[in-house]
């Protein structure tokens, strides 16, 4: 029904945001990630929308990224993901980083959200997970896609749990994994992956 706003940002909250468009204030749920990028009080802002329609309530909810709007419309078709729920999760992660979790099978970096225990990130995981292409951006779609192709490939798969056992996340394991030749020892893509990931810290 609402598909953005265009208009003032007036209000600035932890977890909201008021845009006053023609003389009329619309509050809108949101993510600490679009608080922190939407802009100050008194810019001219543009908000993408999704209204959740429940018996006892309408709540809008805005982003101010299609992408972040399109991981939030994915989260909540996950059963038992409500609206509450997916924030808190694009909260913690950006769209890309989510994107990367979930094609890399990286639960463990989906329970920092509030709230979100170890079953419902593998179920977000199990259920997104071809899904997920569709709503990263540029360099961030190719290595979703790599970190996919790693985690169907044994050697590959083998390298990036050895790096995680070293203590890197799974799916900045699996990015770097993925960028290397697939005909390298399981030894030498951990010890590369180490050198780059070290780099990265």
């Known amino acids: ?4 706003l265009k208009g003032t940002l007036t209000v600035s909250d932890v977890n909201f945001i008021v845009v006053e468009c023609g003389g009329v204030g619309f509050k ?4 600490l990630n ?3 990028e939407i802009g100050r009080i008194g810019d001219k802002v543009n908000v993408y929308t999704h209204l959740a329609v429940r018996e006892d309530s309408m709540d809008l909810y805005g982003f101010a990224s299609l992408s972040e709007l399109e991981a939030f419309k994915l989260l909540i078709t996950v059963s038992g993901i409500g609206p509450k729920a997916a924030v808190s999760i694009l909260s913690e992660l950006s769209p890309d980083k989510f994107a990367l979790c979930i094609a890399s099978g990286d639960s463990k970096a989906i329970t920092r959200a509030q709230g979100v225990g170890k079953k419902t ?3 977000i995981v199990l ?3 071809d899904k997920m292409v569709s709503i990263s951006s540029g360099d961030a779609s ?3 896609a790599s970190a996919s192709s790693v985690m169907e490939g044994s050697g590959s798969a083998e390298a990036v749990e050895a790096l995680v056992a070293l203590g890197y996340s799974q799916s900045d394991a699996a990015v770097v994994v993925g960028s290397m030749d697939k005909s390298l020892s399981v030894d030498e893509m951990i010890r590369q992956g180490l050198k780059r990931l070290a780099k990265n810290l």
């Open 1 to 4: 029904m609402l598909y953005n």
């Open 28 to 31: 809108c749920f949101t993510t």
């Open 34 to 36: 679009t608080v922190k």
């Open 121 to 123: 990130a593998e179920r």
């Open 127 to 129: 259920e997104l997970k």
């Open 142 to 144: 190719q290595a979703v």
